[in-house]
C-alpha cells in the first residue's frame, strides 16, 4: 500500500518556537519523490520542497529544514523560530515512481501566536 | 506569468444542478488534475489526465465528469449525481517525471 500519514492534526505555537511537523509514508518502491506543501487560508498549495528516495541528505533553506530518513520512512520538517506567518496548514506527498500521481497526508494545520 | 487559473472562486449550486469549474493552465505541463479537499481528510483525487483526449478515474470519481480537448485546460463538472458536493476543489498540473505540481487557487463550491 502507498500511504502517507500526518499524525498531528493540529499545533499550536508562540512565536519564535520551534516546531516539528511529522510525515511518515509507506511505499514498497525504491525510487519515490517526497514534497512538502504550505496550504495558507488564501487556498492555494504553495510547494516547499522536493525530494528523491535516493538523496538523504538534510536540507536546509532559512528558518526551514527537513529532515529525511530512509530507515524510519519519514521526512519531517522543522521551522526554526516561528512567524505568524508561518500559520498555515502544511501537506506532505508521495509521489511513487512512474505513477506521477501525488498521494497526499491528511496535513497539519500549524498555529502560531504573537 | 506562468501559472493555473481556476474559476471561479465561489460557486453555489442548487440541489440537482450540473455545474462546471474551470482550469486553464499556461505552464506547457502534459499532466492535469483535480483533487477535492474536505475538512480533516486531505486531498482526493477525483480525474487526472496525463495527455490531451485521455483522462483516467481517481479515487473518488463518481458523480464527477471532465474532459482534456486542449493541453490547456481540464474542466470538472460536478453532476446532479454527486451526493455531497459542497468542497474546496483544487486543479493541478505537473511536467511528467516526478517534479511536484502546481497549483490553482481553488474554488469553494457549495449546495444551497
Known amino acids: 500500500a502507498q500511504k502517507v500519514t500526518q499524525a498531528q492534526t493540529e499545533i499550536s505555537v508562540v512565536e519564535k518556537e520551534d516546531v516539528t511537523l511529522d510525515c511518515v509514508y509507506e511505499t514498497r518502491d525504491t525510487t519515490y519523490y517526497l514534497f512538502w506543501y504550505k496550504q495558507p487560508p488564501s487556498g492555494e498549495l504553495v510547494f516547499l520542497i522536493r525530494?528523491?528516495?535516493?538523496?538523504?541528505q538534510n536540507e536546509i533553506s532559512g528558518r526551514y529544514s527537513w529532515n529525511f530518513q530512509k530507515s524510519t520512512s519519514s521526512f519531517n520538517f522543522t521551522i526554526t523560530a516561528s512567524q505568524v506567518v508561518d500559520s498555515a496548514v502544511y501537506f506532505c506527498?508521495?509521489?511513487?515512481?512512474?505513477?506521477?500521481?501525488?498521494?497526499f497526508g491528511t496535513g497539519t494545520r500549524l498555529q502560531v501566536f504573537p | 506569468d506562468g501559472g493555473i487559473t481556476q474559476s471561479p472562486k465561489y460557486l453555489f449550486r442548487k440541489e440537482g444542478q450540473n455545474v462546471t469549474l474551470s482550469c486553464e493552465q499556461n505552464?506547457?505541463?502534459?499532466?492535469m488534475y483535480w483533487y477535492r479537499q474536505d475538512p480533516g481528510q486531505g486531498l482526493r483525487l477525483i480525474y487526472y489526465?496525463?495527455?490531451?483526449?485521455?483522462?483516467q478515474k481517481g479515487d473518488i470519481a463518481e458523480g464527477y465528469s471532465v474532459s482534456r480537448e486542449k493541453k490547456e485546460s481540464f474542466p470538472l463538472t460536478v453532476t446532479s449525481a454527486q451526493k455531497n458536493p459542497t468542497a474546496f476543489y483544487l486543479c493541478?498540473?505537473?511536467?511528467?517525471?516526478?517534479?511536484?505540481?502546481?497549483f490553482g487557487s481553488g474554488t469553494r463550491l457549495t449546495v444551497v
Open positions: 506527498a508521495l509521489d511513487p515512481y512512474n505513477t506521477d500521481k501525488l498521494i
Open positions: 493541478a498540473s505537473q511536467v511528467q517525471g516526478g517534479y511536484g505540481y502546481t
Open positions: 525530494r528523491n528516495s535516493f538523496d538523504e
Open positions: 505552464l506547457n505541463h502534459d499532466a
Open positions: 489526465s496525463q495527455i490531451v483526449n485521455d483522462f
